[in-house]
T-cell receptor, first 112, second 111 residues
Framework: KQEVTQIPAALSVPEGENLVLNCSFTDSAIYNLQWFRQDPGKGLTSLLLIQSSQREQTSGRLNASLDKSSGRSTLYIAASQPGDSATYLCAVEPQGAQKLVFGQGTRLTINP | AAGVIQSPRHLIKEKRETATLKCYPIPRHDTVYWYQQGPGQDPQFLISFYEKMQSDKGSIPDRFSAQQFSDYHSELNMSSLELGDSALYFC??????????FGPGTRLTVT
């Protein structure tokens, strides 16, 4: 059974810092991995999708990497801003399934 | 760009009542997914449909059923509601096995 873990559960940093969020998964047989952002009580906004054959994806100040063999992904946020404050969720789509398995998220606070 | 539409956005029901949640996927998307997110929890997969056929099933209670219609919209029917069913229910859609796009969610409160 695929399990996804995110560390840390919460992170608070001053504005302007670069930071890394971690995601690990137990079964390397995945189609893809997606990073989402969720504001309190709101929906999920897709940030980046990395397909299993890819190593990384970039969008603006965000960079996500994938090491499928070790079951790890990182989300790098450069030059953090208060507007980046949200919960960041990592999810994998297991091979042979049509669903996402989510981690518990990292609650990020950027202090002005 | 068109997004996933969910209705209603908020729903209040009493225990033992029934509820129907609707999802309209992004045009041309062929796959619809339903997720449940309890307070302070991560989204849990309920069920998915590809081309109107059930494609995967998660921890969906027997009291819940869902289907995808010929116009690709989907409905989640929930009967004999319990207090523990109070949650955010998300629908997502995709074109094949790629990026899933989530709707804004339906907040269900059972009293």
């Amino acid at each position: 059974k695929q399990e996804v873990t995110q560390i840390p559960a919460a992170l608070s940093v001053p504005e302007g810092e670069n930071l890394v969020l971690n995601c690990s998964f137990t079964d390397s047989a995945i189609y893809n991995l997606q990073w989402f952002r969720q504001d309190p009580g709101k929906g999920l906004t897709s940030l980046l999708l990395i397909q299993s054959s890819q190593r990384e994806q970039t969008s603006g100040r965000l960079n996500a990497s994938l090491d499928k063999s070790s079951g790890r992904s990182t989300l790098y946020i450069a030059a953090s801003q208060p507007g980046d404050s949200a919960t960041y969720l990592c999810a994998v789509e297991p091979q042979g399934a049509q669903k996402l398995v989510f981690g518990q998220g990292t609650r990020l606070t950027i202090n002005p | 760009a068109a997004g996933v539409i969910q209705s209603p956005r908020h729903l209040i029901k009493e225990k033992r009542e029934t509820a129907t949640l609707k999802c309209y996927p992004i045009p041309r998307h062929d796959t619809v997914y339903w997720y449940q997110q309890g307070p302070g929890q991560d989204p849990q997969f309920l069920i998915s449909f590809y081309e109107k056929m059930q494609s995967d099933k998660g921890s969906i209670p027997d009291r819940f059923s869902a289907q995808q219609f010929s116009d690709y919209h989907s409905e989640l029917n929930m009967s004999s509601l319990e207090l523990g069913d109070s949650a955010l229910y998300f629908c997502a859609s995709s074109l094949g096995l790629v990026e899933q796009y989530f709707g804004p969610g339906t907040r269900l409160t059972v009293t």
